[in-house]
């Protein structure tokens, strides 16, 4: 039977499986403590890491180079090690349908050299069922092993939210659950070590599933709710923030914000449940509803740019319109499943010529998923008609700042669409905007 002990004094390995935002937060982490493997199939990723260089920015060259971390993406390595954690991608297809490839492509490759006795955790966010249903049979057809008893599964739901340097891996309760209650046990501690917020024991692997996938459900539905919110009042010409604001000062009024919800996990996480929720017959009404408004957002924001436009006495066929901001969210460099783009695609429909900039965004990955060209500086091309400041980086609220916009706009009556409601109504009606925001 593994023990933690065994762990500590390094004489067994971990390997984590899958580097990416959640996978190398979690391998620097364990390795302050812990002997550590970490796996990428992408081996540019694996030099890149080698090199100490992280291109998602969350673990600094500093932590990479005193980490000892053994970066790999030969998956033989993988039999040395007793513990393996999997913190692969679980995105959806074009029809909103879990794409479990990664997963499973993943489990097949540790089935290839699992160790007897070995335990195999999964991080990725899954839908109930996965873990046990899923990935055990091809660990046991695969490995020629035996569940339960040459080998083990646990699950722990990653919480990690990238960007946040408050929040940090180790400062989240994180949830542990196993195939047994020693497995339970053994990888609480092993959790528990380095993870100083302490772990919560799930009772069994479901829950443990379940319970990252509602947390990321609930989200998405109280800002899907805020959404609405903001449909209904601008209808009214009531301001949504003044609402909400007002509301906010009762003790339970729950504090979200109508916006764009993209990314991989909250626009992403709620198809898992309703997926598995169809299969037994189910058909969810509430998340999915919510699932609609959030999606259509972006298509709302670019309509009430046009609206704009044309009160503002402008062309909209050829108008020049800046996107300030493509990322899922401020601050990060990830561009996977931004719904800026739905802004971006609709005001093309409209033959508006739309720039876009963002500060920490790859080119070559915008270019690649979206076949746009960044712009390298705002002012590249100046004037514009309207700027829709998408996403509040901090380069845009701290630096370019309200005069910067009202610089690169043109004259006349420029527009400011403020997707976050970052500035005061007043402030952009003073610097001369027309003004509109969620
Ligand atoms: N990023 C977040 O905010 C966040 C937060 C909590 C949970 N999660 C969940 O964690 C999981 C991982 O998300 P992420 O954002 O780190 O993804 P990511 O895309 O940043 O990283 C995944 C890494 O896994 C690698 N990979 C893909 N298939 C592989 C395979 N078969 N074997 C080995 N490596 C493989 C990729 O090359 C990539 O480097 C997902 O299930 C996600 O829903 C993400």
Known sequence: MLNQANFQDKSEKIGVIGLGYVGLPLAALLAKEYNVLGFDINATRIKELKENRDRTNEVDSETLKHSHIEFTDHPEKISGCKLIIVTVPTPIDGHRIPDLRPVETATEIIGGCLAKDAVVVYESTVYPGVTEDICVPILERVSGLSW??????????????????????????????????????????????????????APNIKTAEAAKVIENTQRDLNIALMNELSLIFNKLGIGTKDVLEAAGTKWNFLRFEPGLVGGHCIGVDPYY????????????????????????????????????????????????????????KEDISDIRNTRVIDIYDELKEYDVDVSVHDPYAYKEEVKQAYDIGLMDNVEDHKPYDAVILAVK??????????????????????????????????????????????
Not at 174 to 189: C, H, M, Q, R, Y
Request: aromatic residues 8%; proline residues 4%.
């Open 148 to 201: 339960k008893k040459d080998f083990h599964v646990g699950y722990s739901p990653e919480r990690i939210n990238p960007g946040d340097k408050e929040h940090s891996i180790d400062k989240i309760t994180k949830v542990v659950s196993g195939d047994t209650p020693e497995i339970a046990n053994f990888l609480a501690e092993i959790y528990g070590h380095v993870i100083t917020a302490g772990v919560h024991l």
């Open 273 to 328: 449940l309703t997926f598995k929720a169809e299969s037994i017959g189910y058909h969810p009404q509430i998340i999915l509803a919510g699932r609609r408004i959030n999606d259509n957002m972006g298509k709302y924001v670019a309509e009430n740019a046009v609206k704009m436009l044309i009160k503002a006495g402008k062309a909209v066929k050829g108008s020049k319109v800046l996107i300030l901001g493509l990322t899922f």
């Open 393 to 438: 980086h901090r380069p845009y609220v701290e630096g370019l700042g309200l005069e910067g916009i009202r610089e690169i706009s043109s004259d006349g009556m420029p527009i400011l669409i403020d997707v976050k409601a970052f500035y005061s109504k007043e402030k952009a009606h003073q610097a001369g905007f027309l003004y509109w925001r969620l």
